[in-house]
């Protein structure tokens, strides 16, 4: 069973920036598919940022060059950087997780068994 437990989020002016954490929580170290999802209300969850502990990231479109996802491999943490942030950025921010078992490690949310139970990251504009 994997827990996740995010934390980080908050409000912020167009412009700023936040970091986003989320502990990972298993019963023994395994190599992990892990990211951020989000979403507002009326509209699908989106991908975000994922990656495997050891693995390049892969980011979404709309993300790249002011977001960055890391592990912190030996704590089980996962952090997104979010930099020079828009209104656009709005919404309600999870952590997901899943055990990897080779396959590619895609911004899909029904690849995911594991969420967080979301975080606010509001940007003013």
């Known amino acids: 069973q994997v827990e996740l437990v995010e934390s980080g989020g908050g409000s912020v002016q167009a412009g700023g920036s936040l970091r986003l954490s989320c502990e990972v929580s298993i019963r023994s170290f395994t190599t992990m598919c892990m990211g951020w999802f989000r979403q507002v209300p009326g509209k699908e969850r989106e991908g975000v940022a994922v990656k495997t502990n050891y693995g390049m990231p892969n980011y979404a479109d709309s993300v790249k060059g002011r977001f960055t996802i890391s592990t912190d491999n030996a704590k089980n943490i996962v952090y997104l950087q979010m930099n020079s942030l828009k209104p656009d950025d709005t919404a309600t921010y999870y952590c997901?997780?899943?055990?990897?078992?080779?396959?590619?490690?895609?911004?899909?949310?029904?690849?995911?068994?594991?969420w967080g139970q979301g975080i606010q990251v509001t940007v003013s504009s």
């Open positions: 997901a997780a899943r055990v990897w078992a080779g396959a590619a490690c895609r911004l899909t949310s029904g690849d995911f068994g594991s």
